[in-house]
Nanobody, 116 residues
Framework: VQLQAYGGGLVQAGGFLRLSCVAS????????LGWYRQAPGKQRELVAV???????NYADSVKGRFTISRDNAKNTVSLQMNSLKPEDTGVYYC???????????WGQGTKVTVSS
């Protein structure tokens, strides 16, 4: 299984970015999908998840600003990030998890830097 994340970059506070992650080598539609991030010096934290059925959940810090979506036909999970804040800075990782076996796959990460 390979996950390729892209879309990170440098943006000013208040700006937006769209992250995408393309998966190969697995049955994409049978996995819950997530985005996590790791800020410098901090532990990796959950940002957003979308289940097989399309239900979503977000960290309180990003609710109302970020939107996770999935396209099973394109094996892609995306994260639309609006109204970015400096505290959103970090490396963002996509994640696939099979809800029955709990087998998990991680992408390589894409860096997001929000300047104040």
């Amino acid at each position: 299984v390979q996950l390729q994340a892209y879309g990170g970059g440098l943006v000013q506070a208040g700006g937006f970015l769209r992250l995408s992650c393309v998966a190969s080598g697995t049955i994409f539609r049978l996995h819950d999908l997530g985005w996590y991030r790791q800020a410098p010096g901090k532990q990796r934290e959950l940002v957003a998840v979308i289940t097989i059925g399309g239900s979503t959940n977000y960290a309180d810090s990003v609710k109302g600003r970020f939107t996770i979506s999935r396209d099973n036909a394109k094996n892609t999970v995306s994260l639309q990030m609006n109204s970015l804040k400096p505290e959103d800075t970090g490396v963002y990782y996509c994640n696939l998890e099979q809800p029955v076996t709990r087998r998990t796959y991680w992408g390589q990460g894409t860096k997001v830097t929000v300047s104040s």
